[in-house]
C-alpha cells in the first residue's frame, strides 16, 4: 500500500464533540448558502485543504493509492479515484477516536455528490467503517454502488445503490441493507446528489437523488425496531474510509468484489436526524446554486 499524498487538514468546517452537538463554527463563506438543517449537521467533509477543519475525535484525511485531490470538485475540490479504475486501490483513510461524531448517532443522514466515470463499470465503495461485521466481507457500515444493467421493460441503464449497516449492540446482529436499484443511479459522467436517512425512532429510510425520494421501507427485526445507529459503532470501529472497503483495505478479505470506488466524490455530510423529504430537497438545491455560481 503506497501513500501517495497527504493532506493536512482535508475535510470538514467544524467542531463536534462526543455528545453529537452539531457544528457551531462559522462555515466558509463560500458555503454560507448551504443552511439546511445546520443545527444538526456533525460531520461536513468538503475537501478543501486550505479552510477545512475536523471535527473532534478525526483525525486529518490522509489519501492513498490512486487517490487524489480533484481539482473540479462538484464546488472547488473533491475526491478523486484518478484512475477511474474499480480494480485500483484508491481511498482516502480518517482515524477515528474517542469524542468522534458517530458513536452518539441515534437517527441520522448521508448526504453526498458523486460522479460516476463514463465507459467503465460503475462499481465500489463509497464510504466504509471499520469494525466487527457479520461476516468478514461487511464491516460495520458501508455503503456501495453495484454493477450496472439494463431494464428489460423500460430499456434504460440501470445502477444499484446499496449498503450494510450492522446493527450490534442488537442479539443477533442484524443487518440494515436498504438497497435500490434505479436508473436515477445510473449518470454517468456528471454531479449528482445521493442520500439516505434512516430514524430511529420507528425504524424508517429512505434513498434519495438529487432531493427525490427513490424508495423507502422500515428496519424492524423481528418486528422491532433497531434503535441508534450508533450501535453499529462498536469498540473496534476506529477507522473511516472514503473511495474503498474496510475489510480489503485492512486485508480481512481478497474478494476480487469488493471494488474501490472509481469516480469521484464531493460535499460529504452527517446529520444526526433523518431530514425529511423537504429538507433534502432544500439540501440539494441550496449546494446546486452554491455550485453553479462557484463556477461563474
Excluded at 190 to 204: E, L, M
Excluded at 247 to 254: C, D, R
Amino acid at each position: 500500500m503506497k501513500k501517495s499524498i497527504f493532506f493536512a487538514a482535508c475535510a470538514v468546517i467544524a467542531a463536534a464533540v462526543s455528545s453529537c452537538n452539531p457544528i457551531s463554527n462559522d462555515p466558509p463563506a463560500s458555503q454560507s448558502a448551504v443552511t439546511t438543517a445546520k443545527d444538526n449537521l456533525v460531520l461536513h467533509i468538503g475537501f478543501e485543504p486550505t479552510i477545512d477543519k475536523l471535527p473532534a475525535g478525526i483525525s486529518e484525511g490522509e489519501a492513498f493509492g490512486e487517490g487524489s485531490l480533484l481539482g473540479d470538485g462538484f464546488y472547488g475540490f473533491g475526491y478523486s479515484n484518478k484512475s477511474g479504475d474499480n480494480t485500483k486501490q484508491a481511498y482516502m483513510s480518517y482515524k477515528l477516536a474517542a469524542g468522534n461524531p458517530f458513536t452518539s448517532l441515534e437517527s441520522m443522514t448521508i448526504t453526498c455528490w458523486v460522479k460516476l466515470p463514463a465507459g467503465k463499470p460503475a462499481k465500489g465503495a463509497l464510504l466504509s467503517f471499520n469494525g466487527t461485521g457479520v461476516e468478514a466481507v461487511w464491516p460495520s457500515f458501508v455503503y456501495l454502488f453495484d454493477n450496472s444493467g439494463v431494464n428489460a421493460d423500460t430499456g434504460q441503464e440501470e445502477q444499484d445503490f446499496n449498503g450494510r449497516i450492522d446493527f450490534l449492540s442488537v442479539e443477533g446482529k442484524p443487518a440494515m441493507w436498504p438497497n435500490v436499484r434505479s436508473a436515477e443511479y445510473a449518470r454517468k459522467d456528471t454531479w449528482f446528489q445521493i442520500a439516505r436517512t434512516y430514524n430511529a425512532a420507528d425504524g424508517k429510510w429512505a434513498n434519495f437523488v438529487n432531493g427525490v425520494i427513490v424508495n423507502e421501507g422500515e428496519f424492524l427485526p423481528d418486528g422491532k425496531v433497531a434503535g441508534g445507529i450508533k450501535a453499529a459503532f462498536a469498540s473496534d470501529c476506529d477507522r473511516l474510509y472514503i473511495g474503498g472497503w474496510a475489510s480489503k483495505i485492512e486485508g480481512k478479505a481478497a474478494d476480487e468484489w469488493l471494488n474501490y470506488f472509481p469516480g469521484a466524490i464531493d460535499e460529504l455530510r452527517v446529520f444526526n436526524k433523518a431530514l425529511s423529504e423537504a429538507e433534502v430537497l432544500s439540501l440539494y438545491k441550496e449546494e446546486l446554486k452554491v455550485s453553479l455560481e462557484a463556477k461563474k
